[in-house]
T-cell receptor, first 112, second 112 residues
């Protein structure tokens, strides 16, 4: 595809349910990033994948959050036992190492 | 730990004015620095990327400068237009294989 895609675009879930958010990066991009943006707030780094290196998970807010990247391409961010404070827009970006980051349109997560 | 500050947090100016958005960062050992814009409810769009060895980059009416030693970057927008209204984010990249750190952004509103 021409750019980074994310699915779903919107997700409404009930407190306590698990959710999976998907990111399809630009083909050939070795780096993949997940961020979240709460209403009126800046971007909060969550996790970073670079090639075959161990991911940088330093931004994950709790052990309810996890992410994987299969085959160096598609990534899934999983949030277990969702809480209302998890409501945010989750943004994915990809890049060649050290180069311009290209962002997807985001997934808006609402936890009721 | 890198900290990024953007001033002002918000700015409203009449159409046609030239304006400057400021970004400062605490750790000057950056690899590059990017400026992004974010439209309401949308993902981020990369505007300019300045390598640490460069002092400025230009794209159309946009000019970004970098003073790495003093930890500062500015984004200059010439002849502002209502379509420039968005949030502008500054993001220094620490190492070629490291994550990017975002400022909280400057919310720009151009009055027609």
């Amino acid at each position: 595809g021409a750019g980074v895609s994310q699915s779903p675009s919107n997700k409404v879930t009930e407190k306590g349910k698990d959710v999976e958010l998907r990111c399809d990066p630009i083909s050939g991009h070795t780096a993949l990033y997940w961020y979240r943006q709460s209403l009126g707030q800046g971007l909060e780094f969550l996790i970073y994948f670079q090639g075959n290196s161990a991911p940088d998970k330093s931004g994950l807010p709790s052990d309810r959050f996890s992410a994987e990247r299969t085959g160096g391409s598609v990534s899934t961010l999983t949030i277990q036992r969702t809480q209302q404070e998890d409501s945010a827009v989750y943004l994915c970006a990809s890049s060649l190492m050290g180069d311009t980051q290209y962002f997807g349109p985001g997934t808006r997560l609402t936890v009721l | 730990k890198q900290e990024v500050t953007q001033i002002p947090a918000a700015l409203s100016v009449p159409e046609g004015e030239n304006l400057v958005l400021n970004c400062s960062f605490t750790d000057s050992a950056i690899y590059n620095l990017q400026w992004f814009r974010q439209d309401p409810g949308k993902g981020l769009t990369s505007l300019l990327l300045i390598q640490s060895s460069q002092r400025e980059q230009t794209s159309g009416r946009l000019n970004a400068s970098l003073d790495k030693s003093s930890g500062r970057s500015t984004l200059y927008i010439a002849a502002s237009q209502p379509g420039d209204s968005a949030t502008y984010l500054c993001a220094p990249f620490m190492n070629r294989d490291d994550k990017i750190i975002f400022g909280k952004g400057t919310r720009l509103h151009i009055l027609p």
